[in-house]
């Protein structure tokens, strides 16, 4: 990742309340690669680049309704404004035991309602999707996709087009995390509350000739990339995600 300035005007979106979830977890996940399970989800508090800054973390999963979870992550980090300092994050279970392959999936639907809250925040809000040749094989793509671009965050690498979907023009950029290709959709505007799918994002990467529809889709998190910030507090109420 690296630090630009946004020049985009921010559209803050709503949030709809949520129904109190029928499972919860007090249980907070403080230490660097603290992990918990639940129903389809793997939490993280992925802080794999805390040594990059000065700060703490921890994130919580509040509980888990009708498939959708609920899970906050609460840190401030400083240090220099360039760097992510970690990855809080849902990881979806069932792809990762079982890859498939792009040419085979008919859609990824999902849902996800968030918000922020903190003092002097530069981060970002995006899926990271992973691919790789075989189901087996060491990955070849990293692929994300951001709902918000905060307090100036940028992704890497340079912009190598646009894509055009569900109302919202997306910039998208190429670049290396330094083992992987790394392609990133930039929403131009933030968006707090989205029901959508994600395979269209994948589709135009095949089209534009980026990726292969061989490819076999290995992973699908969703979560924050703090670069630097006091007093944060990212929140989900509600996520759901599948491959189908």
């Known amino acids: 990742m690296k630090w630009a300035p946004i020049t985009s005007t921010l559209l803050l979106v709503s949030t709809a309340t949520f129904a109190l979830p029928t499972t919860k977890r007090a249980t907070e996940l403080c230490g660097q690669w603290d992990t918990e399970e639940i129903g ?18 921890c994130t919580q999963i509040k509980g888990l309704n009708n498939n959708e979870l609920a899970w906050s992550s609460a840190w401030s980090w400083d240090g220099t404004k360039y760097d992510v300092k970690t990855y809080p994050n849902a990881k979806y279970k069932p792809l990762a035991a079982k890859p498939k392959q792009l040419s085979s999936i008919s859609s990824i639907p999902f849902k996800w309602n968030w918000s922020y809250k903190g003092d002097n925040l530069i981060t ?5 999707l992973w691919t790789a ?5 060491d990955l070849e793509f990293e692929i994300m996709i951001w709902l918000a671009a905060i307090g100036g965050a940028g992704p ?10 569900g109302g919202t023009n997306w910039k998208l950029y190429e670049g290396s995390n330094g083992s992987q290709k790394v392609y990133s959709f930039i929403a131009g505007n933030t968006i707090e509350k989205l029901s959508s799918d994600a395979l269209p994002f994948l589709q135009h990467l095949v089209k534009s000739g980026y990726i ?9 998190q969703a979560g924050t990339e703090p670069f630097i910030g006091s007093n944060a507090v990212f929140e989900t109420t509600a996520y759901t995600v599948t491959v189908k």
């Open 133 to 137: 040749p075989s189901a087996d094989s």
């Open 40 to 57: 389809d989800y793997i939490v993280y508090n992925n802080a794999w680049n805390q040594d990059k800054g000065t700060g703490s973390q």
């Open 212 to 220: 292969a529809d061989s490819q076999y889709l290995r992973d699908i």
């Open 156 to 165: 890497l690498g340079n912009q190598v087009g646009t894509f055009e979907y």
């Open 124 to 128: 970002d809000v995006a899926f990271d």
